[in-house]
Structures are given as structure tokens and as C-alpha cells.
């Protein structure tokens, strides 16, 4: 596929222009790019660049915030129906305590919303004892975490064993996000970490995540 329109949207992404890139998203659903594609190539790309914005402390508050909303009018326009009938299992997803970021966690949200998954979304600077609250009340069946700073390692590392000792003793804990998708499963003691959101579903789905 032609890059061009992609390099366009997250080129506009990255300027916070809503109105532009929810064009071009428009333009490339109309010659048939992939929701799949257009999430993990443009909208993903996007983030990864912010992401390396702020590590190097080169951002400000506003354009996080710019966006953050440029990106939720394309995940609108992708997803204008997010929110189907609940057919599959109960997530109960969050970021960490600490971490303030909630743009990655809200694209996971409007993703599995639109695929039928039944979503509770705990907020960001979530403690883990209240995730694991909500995943007890919810009965859940997945717990999912987004993160975007390392500091929240030695939390995520917590959960499968709390929810073990709360009797969750099947529910899956998927992690994913610029930081935490550094490391393995083993290292943050989950049971998958993944690339993507679709990757994450993938492994939901099948048991494994998507093939490289």
C-alpha cells in the first residue's frame, strides 16, 4: 500500500489537526485501508513519536492534549458504532497508578467495546487493589493494562497474584503500552504482553498473539 496517505494522517495526528486527519481517515477507509491497518500504522505511529517526545521531555501539556483529541475523532470515525451489544468476555482495564496517560487505554477500550467485548475501564492512576476490586465485582475474565512510564512495573508485577488470592484463578492479565511492551510476560508476570491492541485480542482469541 501506498504510504503517503498514512505518513499524511500521522503527520496530522502529531499536529493535533482533528479536522485533517479525521479526513484522511475518511479518504483511507474510501480506498479501503483497514481499520486494523490504519490503527497500528498510522494512529500507533503517531504515539510512538509522542512517546519518544516525552521521554526527551520535548512536549508540552497542550499538545498531549491536541493530540490526544485528534486521535479520538479517528478512533470516532473508525468506530462510530463502538458500542455493540456485549457477545464475549469482561475486561476490566486501567493505567496504573502513577500514570496519568489514558490515550492508549482508551483506544484498547473503544477497540474491544467495538468487538463485543463487555469493557470496564477503572480510569487512569488506578490502584491495583481497586482494579482487582473491579475484576472481582465484574467477575471478569480479562484484566487488561496500558502504560506508558516504567515506574508502574512493580505494580503490574502485583495483579496476577492479588487476583489469585481474590479467586480469579483463570482470568488472563494482558499488558501493553510504549513501556510495558519492552518487556516480557515473565518479567511483569503476566500472561501476555502485547504489541498492539489487535495483538492482545489475538492472543484472547487464539492463544497466542498475532504472527509476526
Known sequence: MNKQPLNRLIKALLEGDQGLAVAETATLLANGAARELIITEGIEKAMGRLDEKCTLEQFNLLEIMLVGRAVMG???????DSAPAATRQTVVLASLEGDVHDLGKNIVKTVMTAKGYRVIDCGKNCPVDRLVDAAVRERAEIISISGLITSIIPLVRQILPKARE????????????????QASAADLNVDYVADSVFDGIHFLENGSGEPS
Not at 74 to 80: E, F, G, H, S
Open 166 to 181: 481474590r479467586g480469579l484463578t483463570k482470568v488472563k492479565v494482558v499488558a501493553g503500552g510504549a513501556a510495558l511492551k
Open 74 to 80: 479517528v478512533i470516532r470515525t473508525l468506530y462510530p
